[in-house]
């Protein structure tokens, strides 16, 4: 059952950068998930689509993952440019502004 060895994207809602330092290896779904007819919550018989393991490196994971035969697909971050105004959020308050401030 093959896997991947990704670094998790910061969440939508926030700019920080927590969680975002970790490498995870995640197992692939072998079969798709089934609706309960019920309850109307989905399930599925793959236990091994629950598996989600840290590693503090790229490196760590793949070793890991050799060792006990896995195969995997790394993929590696889209690493993003910080986007750093000249005088950041300070600069709207400014006192030794020349002319009237406005929206």
Do not use: C
């Not at 093959?2 to 920080?16: D, F, H, V």
């Not at 590696?76 to 300070?90: F, M, Q, T």
Request: charged share 20%; proline share 6%; aromatic share 8%.
């Amino acid at each position: 059952m093959p896997a991947r060895i990704y670094r998790p994207a910061r969440t939508a809602m926030s700019s920080g950068t927590a969680k975002t330092h970790k490498w995870v290896l995640e197992y692939v779904a072998s079969t798709a998930r089934e609706v309960d007819p019920l309850m109307g919550w989905t399930s599925s018989t793959d236990t091994q689509a629950q598996v989600s393991l840290s590693f503090p490196t790229k490196e760590a994971a793949i070793e890991y993952a050799e060792e006990n035969g896995i195969d995997v697909v790394v993929q590696d971050p889209h690493i993003r440019k910080p986007n750093i105004r000249a005088g950041g959020y300070g600069e709207n308050f400014a006192t030794h502004r020349k002319g009237a401030w406005t929206h």
